[in-house]
């Protein structure tokens, strides 16, 4: 069965510094890999999302992340950290069939003045 | 609706009752899922639908939760002899097809549930 694992349950940054969260999966075939952001008392929302095309993808307010097949990660990158990022992110890999999404402990980023 | 739609945004019930969680999908949408969200953990597979294929029940924790889609559309998670465990935010999904096909996952704002 596929898995995620989210290294770090909180990451504190300073305003303006660079984000790093981190994400690894297990799968036997590459999978397809999803960044979530939940801000307090809201919904999931999509940030990004790799489907076996450019390994680097680009998504919504900034952020980025790179699939390395290799490293069996999927790191989510931001590189100036601005308040309203304060939230909790996810990422989630789907297995091909037949499709439920498996979504990792997930990683709240507080971000300091 | 624009987005999926989730009722009631909030339920506080006491141990022992039964509840029930509904959920509306975006329009079209062929593909729900329900997950659970617990304080501070993940978010915790329950059940998926696809289309009229049989239902993928394998999250779903004890024979106390049950749910069905109506018609394709609206969706109803029921945990009956709710338990304070039970107590958790209840998010509904839908999607145009399945994540394997790169299609988004969409979710709603979820269902807010305490047992007491």
């Known amino acids: 069965a596929q898995s995620v694992t989210q290294l770090g349950s909180h990451v504190s940054v300073s305003e303006g510094a660079l984000v790093l969260l981190r994400c690894n999966y297990s799968?036997?075939?590459?999978?397809?890999l999803f960044w979530y952001v939940q801000y307090p008392n809201q919904g999931l929302q999509l940030l990004l999302k790799?489907?076996?095309?450019?390994?680097l993808v680009k998504g919504i307010n900034g952020f980025e992340a790179e699939f390395k097949k290799s490293e069996t990660s999927f790191h989510l990158t931001k590189p100036s950290a601005h308040m309203s990022d304060a939230a909790e992110y996810f990422c989630a890999v789907s297995e091909r069939s037949p499709g439920k999404l498996i979504f990792g402990q997930g990683t709240e980023l507080s971000v300091k003045p | 609706g624009a987005g999926v739609s989730q009722s009631p945004s909030n339920k506080v019930t006491e141990k022992g009752k039964d509840v029930e969680l509904r959920c509306d999908p975006i329009s079209g949408h062929t593909a729900l899922y329900w997950y659970r969200q617990s304080l501070g953990q993940g978010l915790e597979f329950l059940i998926y639908f696809q289309g009229n294929s049989a239902p993928d029940k394998s999250g779903l924790p004890s024979d106390r939760f049950s749910a069905e889609r109506t018609g394709g559309s609206v969706s109803t998670l029921t945990i009956q002899r709710t338990q304070q465990e039970d107590s958790a935010v209840y998010l509904c999904a839908s999607s145009s097809g399945q994540p394997g096909s790169g299609n988004t996952i969409y979710f709603g704002e979820g269902s807010w549930l305490t047992v007491v």
């Open positions: 790799y489907t076996s095309a450019a390994t």
């Open positions: 799968s036997s075939v590459p999978p397809y």
